[in-house]
């Protein structure tokens, strides 16, 4: 069965940092480019970040310099840094698994810019 378990979002003032992290199970991680979304309210969902199977990454504009995708395929996981935080970033974020046909999501965890 597969499963994204997302974690480490909370309450966290401007300027601070938050570490998310995904828990990949079921299938071969490896194999998989992954994935950060987010959500607003009120917004569509958008990428925020990924990180291929060769550990090549991509960023929004938005986020870039502050935010950093990682991987450990050793654990089967995916992180996400995020430092110098806005209240822009203010969102669920996701974790997506792909590959070809592929497309596994996580339930997402809320993170809260605010004073």
């Known amino acids: 069965q597969v499963q994204l378990v997302e974690s480490g979002g909370g309450l966290v003032q401007p300027g601070g940092s938050l570490r998310l992290s995904c828990a990949a199970s079921?299938?071969?991680?490896?194999?998989?480019?992954m994935v950060w979304y987010r959500q607003a309210p009120g917004a569509e969902r958008e990428l925020v970040a990924d990180?291929?199977?060769?550990?090549?990454?991509y960023y929004t504009d938005s986020v870039k310099g502050r935010f950093t995708i990682s991987r450990d395929n050793a654990k089967n996981m995916v992180y996400l840094q995020m430092n110098s935080l806005k209240p822009e970033d203010t969102a669920v974020y996701y974790c997506?698994?792909?590959?070809?046909?592929?497309?596994?999501w996580g339930q997402g965890t809320q993170v809260t810019v605010s004073s």
């Open positions: 079921g299938f071969t991680f490896s194999r998989y480019v």
């Open positions: 997506n698994a792909r590959k070809s046909t592929d497309d596994y």
């Open positions: 990180i291929s199977t060769f550990s090549s990454t």
